[in-house]
């Protein structure tokens, strides 16, 4: 059995979508520190210029702007990455967005704007970074879901569908990514201190910093398996209620979660 590729610095570049805040620059930063040459991008170029000014270590950090929800665009800076710095070995696909649901509301529009972000935001990525790292018989590439993936929770129809869209992509893609070198893997993260959590009103059990996060996920590309999920309490947890029959589910979703009608 062949075994499953681990990109190393010397291999190539390193790219982190959504890299301007949060978890995804708290990653490249590590990326970094670990002597990768990190590729970032988001919308604004100015603040991934600040997040460039951060680097410190061996590597280095180059500020690729982009829109994930513009195929187009993924399309060109991934070419540009690679004209400029070498071939994509890693890729995070981290860049999405969260959304409160509205309890007494349904917003067609806010789960429309959601998928765009967080599920075409991934797929823009993949169409350019499968095609080139498949011809070449070898790459690896992580997508960003979350445990709020594994089932429904309160306030979260929007988000938590986005996530499990990208669960059950990246699942399907490893079967014939195997056949051709490319290792997919899976992060799913419980709360993890970003500006997006930093809007929460709600207690976020087991929460951690985003350096954590980071530390955690980029071992993860070193030596994990196909997925890397933490706080393990937090994702053990969601697994086992999601296997429990759906009134019992319900029942203690509410109840942890504190919601009531």
Known sequence: MALVYRARPAHGVAWVTGASSGIGRATALELCRRGWTVAITARRRPELEAVAAEGSG???????????????QMEGVVAAIEAEHGPVVLAFLNAGTFFRDEVAVFDAAMVEKTFAINVGGVANGLQPLLTRMAERGRGQVAVNASVAGYGGLPTSSAYGATKAALIAMTESLKFAMDLKGVAMQL??????????????????????????AARRICDGFETGGFEIAFPRRMAWLLKALNHLPYPLY????????????
């Open 58 to 72: 061996p590597g280095r950090i180059v500020v690729c702007p982009g829109d994930v929800t513009d195929l187009a």
């Open 187 to 212: 992060v799913c993260p419980g709360f993890v201190g970003t500006p997006l959590t930093d809007r929460n009103e709600f207690p976020m059990p087991f929460i951690i910093p985003a350096e954590d």
């Open 250 to 261: 319900f029942a203690l979703v509410a109840r942890f979660t504190g919601f009531r009608k």
